[in-house]
């Protein structure tokens, strides 16, 4: 079991441009989600989805973030003209699903705007 | 809406010495409860749970911590730490439901020094 897989594990983009982030979850695990770490904000609740289907994007900012899941074996957060205030580690993780709670995070993709 | 207050954001302990990592949670009811460790550009790890039953929890790595329901706490404890425990802390919390969504403290930075 190699845990949950992020990609890139860092990446660079000019202002304006946009940004993909990549997650493979635990195969068998039914919920993905996504946070986002800062030093002023801490860990933030983005996005998640339960047997691909999304469920609470509460976290998303309304413009600029989007997030995917096409099957059971990876998603996608996707910013689109990135902004400084973007720079940040995404995290993604993943649970059995079905009241079992517990989150299994990948190591994260360092983003940083220029 | 759950939150988590994690009050010390930076704690030093010497080799040997015994530590507690303190965390409130604030929720309606009865929570999971959740301690996770972040080591230097990994991703968050899970030291322990608390789903129900006995309210100490053994953990990895010699941690535990108590659920106490009437102070709404959830302390970390280890009777004699090392210098590889050094590392960021993170209380969460979620709620009894399918969601599994966690809300996580502002975490607490932990050095041992030798």
């Known amino acids: ?114 | 809406a759950q939150s988590v207050t994690q009050p010390d954001a930076r704690v030093t302990v010497s080799e040997g010495a015994s530590l507690q990592l303190r965390c409130k949670y604030s929720y309606s009811g009865t929570p999971y409860l959740f301690w996770y460790v972040q080591y230097p550009r990994q991703g968050l790890q899970l030291l322990l749970k608390y789903y129900s039953g006995d309210p100490v929890v053994q953990g990895v790595n010699g941690f535990e911590a108590e659920f106490i329901k009437s102070n709404s706490s959830f302390h970390l404890r280890k009777a004699s730490v090392h210098w590889s425990d050094s590392a960021v802390y993170f209380c969460a919390v979620s709620a009894r439901t399918n969601t599994g969504k966690l809300t996580f403290g502002d975490g607490t930075v932990l050095t041992v020094k030798p």
């Open chain 1, 1 to 114: 079991n190699a845990g949950v897989i992020q990609t890139p594990r860092h990446k660079v983009t000019g202002k304006g441009q946009e940004a993909t982030l990549w997650c493979e979850p635990i195969s068998g695990h039914s919920a993905v989600f996504w946070y986002r770490q800062t030093i002023v904000q801490g860990l933030e609740f983005l996005t998640y989805f339960r047997n691909q289907a999304p469920i609470d994007d509460s976290g998303m900012p309304k413009e600029r973030f989007s997030a995917q899941m096409p099957n059971q074996s990876h998603s996608t957060l996707k910013i689109q003209s990135t902004q400084p205030q973007d720079s940040a580690v995404y995290l993604c993780a993943s649970s059995l699903g079905g009241g079992e709670n517990t989150l299994y995070f990948g190591a994260g993709t360092r983003l940083s705007v220029l």
